[in-house]
């Protein structure tokens, strides 16, 4: 089944602690993306990836950290998180970066920074 | 300015029956993607129709068409036949370049509607 995966799917944690949320993708994608979503401000863009070893800053990168090794896989660091990135993180993919290609999404995680 | 605009915080329908949901958009870009999601209250993103900017027709899938008036700069999402299992929040996005390529690959979401069907 074609599909984008996230791990976890729920996440409790503390102030300062670092985590990773992995993003894979089996449908040889090129493009990834990651998003939040909070309530009153919408979906709004993270990072994204045009291919492997090319990623860039979306709208609200600060206290993040994106690689792309590989093609299906596109994880998320916080480094030091803070309780202002408790949100819904959801990666997407789309066969290419273009204007007119459909982004998939995971399911999403549900981060809570204590 | 907000490139897309949902009008509607929030819609009820029926069961059975149809319920259009609007969207808005603005961009001086000719390329673009406008695109429909759905997110159920167990929060997933569902990826429901797309109109091409260069469609002519407009696009069908299954219980969804979408209504694109292009001089108008509106992508209405028809839902037919409505079900008690599309209650939930429904976005209108759209993938354009931006002033230099500066959005390239980036989906623009509107603020959402929430849809409720009655029985």
């Known amino acids: 089944e074609a599909q984008v995966t996230q791990n976890p799917r729920y996440l409790i944690t503390v102030t300062g602690k670092k985590l990773t949320v992995t993003c894979s993708q089996n449908m040889n994608h090129e493009y990834m993306s990651w998003y939040r979503q909070d309530p009153g401000l919408g979906l709004r863009q993270i990072y994204y990836s045009m291919n492997v070893e090319a990623t860039d800053k979306g709208d609200v990168p600060e206290g993040y950290k994106v690689s792309r090794k590989e093609k299906r896989n596109f994880p998320l660091i916080l480094e030091s998180p803070s309780p202002n990135q408790t949100s819904l993180y959801f990666c997407?993919?789309?066969?290419?970066?273009?204007?007119?290609?459909?982004?998939?999404f995971g399911p999403g995680t549900r981060l809570t920074v204590l | 300015a907000q490139k897309i605009t949902q009008t509607q915080p929030g819609m009820f329908v029926q069961e059975k029956e149809a319920v259009t949901l609007d969207c808005t958009y603005d961009?001086?870009?000719?390329?673009?993607?406008l695109f429909w999601y759905k997110q159920p209250s167990s929060g997933e993103m569902i990826f429901l129709i797309y109109q091409g900017s260069y469609d002519q027709q407009n696009a069908t899938e299954g219980r969804y068409s979408l209504n694109f008036q292009k001089a108008r700069k509106s992508a209405n999402l028809v839902i037919s036949a409505s079900q008690l299992g599309d209650s939930a929040m429904y976005f209108c996005?759209?993938?354009?370049?931006?002033?230099?390529?500066?959005?390239?690959?980036?989906?623009?979401f509107g603020q959402g509607t929430i849809l409720t069907v009655h029985p």
């Open positions: 996005a759209m993938r354009d370049l931006g002033a230099g390529g500066t959005s390239y690959g980036k989906l623009t």
């Open positions: 961009t001086s870009d000719p390329s673009y993607g």
């Open positions: 997407a993919s789309s066969l290419i970066g273009g204007a007119l290609d459909t982004q998939y």
